[in-house]
């Protein structure tokens, strides 16, 4: 499986950016698909989650009620839309896929496949 991440840029506080994910190759294996980000000096973290069965979505509790994950099977594609953007947030976000289907929050070293980041800044 292949991800190619898309979709950062700057964006004041407050603003907002829709991140997109495209999956290429075994996408049918896919249960869990997640965004990750990866600030300067810290560890990579979770941040969204959608698995199926059930397409279940799951945050962290510093982005739940501003983002929000979902995915769309027919065009391999997963969104991160991300609202009332913080300074925070600025990070290189990640998405990845696991075969196994995850809840609540998904292990970094769980995921299968990671796609190239993409950068996120948010200016106060």
């Known amino acids: 499986v292949q991800l190619q991440a898309s979709g950062g840029g700057l964006v004041q506080a407050g603003g907002s950016l829709r991140l997109f994910c495209v999956a290429s190759g075994r996408t049918s294996s896919i249960y869990s698909v997640g965004w990750f980000r990866q600030a300067p000096g810290k560890e990579r973290e979770f941040v969204a989650g959608?698995?199926?069965?059930?397409?279940?979505?799951f945050y962290s509790d510093s982005v739940k009620g501003r983002f929000t994950i979902s995915r769309d099977n027919a065009a391999n594609t997963a969104y991160l839309e991300m609202n009332s953007l913080k300074p925070e947030d600025t990070a290189v976000y990640y998405c990845?896929?696991?075969?196994?289907?995850?809840?609540?929050?998904?292990?970094?070293?769980?995921?299968?496949?990671w796609g190239k980041g993409t950068l996120v800044t948010v200016s106060s």
């Open positions: 959608v698995s199926r069965p059930g397409y279940n979505t």
């Open positions: 990845a896929v696991s075969q196994t289907y995850y809840f609540g929050t998904y292990p970094v070293g769980g995921m299968d496949y």
